[in-house]
Nanobody, 127 residues
Framework: QVQLVESGGGSVQSGGSLRLSCAAS????????MGWFRQAPGKGREGVAS????????YYAGSVKGRFTISRDNSKNTLDLQMNSLKPEDTAMYYC????????????????????WGQGTQVTVSS
């Protein structure tokens, strides 16, 4: 079972940037579907961005499109999320997720698509 470890979270002011990284314990090429999710206090887990095995197709939530960029490097077994123009409403715990199937079974931004999850990294954006 793959272990996913997120890093790069922190506290920034509104308008700032952060880069999250997810390190996998196995070859990420074996996990065609990967994504980032977030969960704010009192809210459900929501999809932020996802990417297919070769990184050719990406999906974004409307609230982050144009500000966040997801990327993967299968040679380094990593998944990244570049977050720019951060807003207070981006404050949440961010989770990396992966799945062995070759397609997004429940949709690219649906948590039910993914079987493997990291422990999360906190992102706090102050106004």
């Amino acid at each position: 079972q793959v272990q996913l470890v997120e890093s790069g979270g922190g506290s920034v002011q509104s308008g700032g940037s952060l880069r999250l990284s997810c390190a996998a314990s196995e070859y990420t090429a074996s996990y065609p579907c990967m994504g980032w999710f977030r969960q704010a206090p009192g809210k459900g887990r929501e999809g932020v961005a996802s990417i297919d095995t070769r990184g050719g197709t990406t999906y974004y939530a409307g609230s982050v499109k144009g500000r966040f960029t997801i990327s993967r490097d299968n040679s380094k077994n990593t998944l990244d999320l570049q977050m720019n123009s951060l807003k207070p409403e981006d404050t949440a715990m961010y989770y990396c997720a992966a799945d062995r199937r070759y397609y997004f079974t429940q949709g690219p931004l649906n948590p039910q698509t993914f079987d493997y999850w990291g422990q999360g990294t906190q992102v706090t954006v102050s106004s």
